[in-house]
């Protein structure tokens, strides 16, 4: 069974720039999320979603960041403008139902350097 | 708010040895789960174990054993005989029942060494 997709891998930008992350969840799982994982620390949750609707995305800084689902599916990460201090490893992962019944799997994840 | 915390940043140890990974967590709910995952250099968060706040059994896979007690508000992983492929950043999190909203909270992680 394939896991978690997440393109790119590495992403260089300056700061004020915009950019994106993609994610493809494990096949048939309704339930994405979105973490950030500065260095040293673990993983915060961003955003997450139940199918294509938004579950919590209470620690999202809707400022700047912003995220869709738009067919229940795969899912996009967006940055816009970027600032230093988001320099990170955005991680997504995906369950099979909510509610914690299910172990979350994580991707890869997509390393962002903000100059 | 739940909490997690992993008091030790680094632990090193010799091949062979036997090395414990503390977690102890802060929780409202009578409802919750907790995890421990383990992250290699390679960066790819890998599932270890999920345990629910009514099963308090220990258990033990392989080299990998878990002690949950809810009296201390503790989940420890217990790591025998260690491997050199052990060496990794392991981190407890924390997830409650709330109308779906299941993310993880995550400890900030203790870094494992095993030296050969």
């Known amino acids: 069974e394939a896991g978690v997709a997440q393109s790119p891998r590495y992403k260089i930008i300056e700061k004020r720039q915009s950019v994106a992350f993609w994610c493809n969840p494990i096949?048939?799982?309704?339930?994405l999320y979105w973490y950030q994982q500065i260095l040293g620390q673990g993983p915060k949750l961003l955003i997450q979603?139940?199918?294509?609707?938004?579950?919590?995305d209470s620690q999202l800084p809707k400022d700047r960041f912003s995220a869709e689902r738009l067919k229940g599916v795969d899912s996009t990460l967006k940055i816009q403008p970027a600032k230093l201090e988001d320099s990170a490893v955005y991680l997504c992962?995906?369950?099979?139902?909510?509610?914690?019944?299910?172990?979350?799997?994580f991707g890869p994840g997509t390393r962002l350097t903000v100059l | 708010a739940q909490k997690v915390t992993q008091a030790q940043t680094e632990i090193s140890v010799v091949e062979k040895e036997d090395v414990t990974l503390d977690c102890v967590y802060e929780?409202?709910?009578?409802?919750?789960?907790l995890f421990w995952y383990k992250q290699p250099p390679s960066g790819e968060l890998v599932f270890l174990i999920r345990?629910?706040?009514?099963?308090?059994q220990n258990e033990i896979s392989g080299r990998y054993s878990w002690n949950f007690q809810k009296s201390t508000s503790s989940f420890n992983f217990t790591i025998t005989a260690s491997q050199v492929v052990d060496s990794a950043v392991y981190f407890c999190?924390?997830?409650?029942?709330?109308?779906?909203?299941?993310?993880?909270?995550f400890g900030k992680g203790t870094h494992l060494i095993i030296q050969p």
């Open positions: 345990r629910n706040s009514f099963d308090e």
């Open positions: 992962a995906s369950s099979l139902t909510p509610g914690a019944r299910d172990t979350q799997y």
């Open positions: 096949s048939g799982h309704a339930t």
């Open positions: 979603f139940q199918n294509n609707g938004v579950v919590d």
């Open positions: 999190a924390l997830s409650e029942r709330g109308g779906g909203a299941d993310g993880l909270t």
């Open positions: 929780t409202r709910d009578t409802t919750y789960y």
